[in-house]
């Protein structure tokens, strides 16, 4: 046990002080938990990687979670901030086009951004992986939320941003932000202020549901009370924070019902949502790369953002 807590300290000390020179040579990493993460168990199957030089971290490489920092630049900063949760089935992180790239787009216009390295789901590291992804994104939204001021942001305009099933998490904690699934005395609230959804995975449901995320999330048999406390369209209420979203008709891993019907229970509550449909561009395009009309999204984003004011300090 002893030398479990140990591992787990060199680790946590190791990603809060390295520089990542795979995403920026001036990123900052920045250590969710200093080593004290809740549930967490050791297995020799599992080592950290702070270089993310490449497009994918496999899960095995994730242990302690991490915030990459983005800073606005100073004289465009807005004060709005995005936490990006890279998709990957809750399997891995497609941490670079859907990390990076997106960080540094969200810089270009005045937004403070942090992409987050969260643990994916797996028994062998976590005493209960279907909240260990919740841990990590509830956590980040407190520490960025108590650090605002020291690093220059709008306590009130912090998001959420994910991709595929990053889309799930970030949904999730638009939706069970205040289930507690840690023991903290952080009193900060994790309710994000808006919510960026991007070919999200919404669903549990099986009709609609991406089942790669929802098996890596929920085992091969979950009981129906946890198939819809994390079929998020189930979950929306008053406080759910309003969201953008993007998705393709054509997208053959995540049916564009799972946007539908979260856009259509957003609105059913009167919460702001607005939903980007587009006929081609299937899965994982990231930031966009064709010539189609699904890679415009981020200009719309960038206006619904301006029309929120976010974009304006």
């Not at 949904?171 to 808006?194: G, I, W």
Request: glycine share 8%.
């Amino acid at each position: 046990m002893m030398v479990s807590k140990l591992k787990l300290t060199m680790l946590a000390f190791i990603c809060l002080m390295t520089i990542s020179g795979g995403l920026s040579a001036q990123t900052k990493v920045i250590d969710l938990w200093n080593g004290k993460i809740p549930g967490a168990k050791y297995s020799n199957h599992f080592k950290q990687m702070v270089d993310t030089a490449a497009g994918w971290v496999d899960k095995h490489s994730i242990v302690n979670p991490c915030l990459y920092f983005y800073p606005a630049p100073v004289a465009k900063a807005s004060g709005a901030a995005v936490i990006i949760c890279p998709g990957g089935a809750y399997g891995g992180l497609a941490i670079k086009h859907e990390g990076e790239q997106v960080a540094k787009w969200l810089n270009r216009l005045g937004v403070t951004a942090f992409v987050l390295k969260y643990r994916l789901p797996d028994d062998s590291i976590m005493e209960n992986k279907t909240i260990g992804p919740m841990q990590d994104g509830q956590r980040a939204i407190r520490l960025v939320r108590s650090h605002a001021k020291e690093w220059g942001i709008n306590p009130a305009k912090i998001g959420i941003m994910g991709f595929s099933a990053g889309g799930h998490l970030a949904a999730t904690l638009s939706t069970l932000y205040n289930d507690k699934v840690y023991e903290s005395d952080d009193q900060m609230s994790a309710r994000p202020d808006f919510s960026i959804l991007i070919y999200p995975v919404i669903s549990m449901n099986g009709d609609i549901t991406h089942w790669g995320s929802r098996i890596n999330l929920l085992g091969n048999s979950p009981t129906q009370e946890m198939v819809k406390h994390y079929s998020n369209e189930l979950q929306v209420n008053d406080k759910t924070p309003p969201a953008f979203m993007v998705h393709s008709l054509d997208d053959d891993a995540v049916p564009v019902q799972n946007s539908i019907n979260y856009a259509l229970a957003l609105h059913k509550a009167n919460i702001s949502c607005e939903l980007h449909l587009y006929p081609t561009g299937k899965h994982g395009y990231g930031m966009g790369k064709s010539t189609d009309t699904e890679s415009s999204w981020p200009e719309t984003c960038r206006k619904w953002m301006e029309v929120r004011g976010l974009l304006v300090k």
